[in-house]
């Protein structure tokens, strides 16, 4: 199984997606690398696809997907911080959460932005059950 550092950002609303060469729209992150704290992983992610630095950032949740465990976190960006693709990454956008309904991305970047952004409806589900 993959380990992964998943970052959501987020600003007046909007969530930081980014995308390789003809690819899915995606969360920022990446693989954990050898003896990296998954914290680490993530501002490195971060700046690597997007040249942004971010001034905190707090773990959330752990999600599993098929093949990978990301260990999610959300991340405070700088005022006035504008994302530039960086490494394999070709473009940056923010999108409202409705727009990942129609966007091209994949289950758990759906999924992990549901949990982030409507945490009682899983408590809720959970207490049916």
């Known amino acids: 199984m993959k380990i992964r550092a998943t970052v959501v950002c987020v600003k007046d609303s909007a969530i930081l997606l980014v995308s390789k060469p ?6 920022p992150g990446g693989r954990i690398r050898a003896n990296e704290q998954p914290a680490d992983a993530a501002r490195r992610e971060v700046a690597e696809e997007t040249r942004m630095m971010v001034d905190g950032i707090v ?9 990978t465990l990301h260990h999610v976190f959300r991340a405070a960006l700088p005022e006035g911080a504008v994302p530039q693709p960086g490494e394999e990454i070709t473009r940056c956008g923010w999108f409202a ?14 999924e992990i932005v549901r949990l982030v952004f409507e945490p009682q409806v899983e408590l809720a589900a959970m207490r049916v059950a």
């Open 59 to 67: 773990y959330l949740f752990q999600f599993r997907g098929f093949s």
């Open 22 to 27: 003809h690819s899915r729209w995606s969360l």
């Open 97 to 110: 959460q409705a727009d990942l309904a129609t966007l091209p991305t994949s289950v758990p970047t759906r």
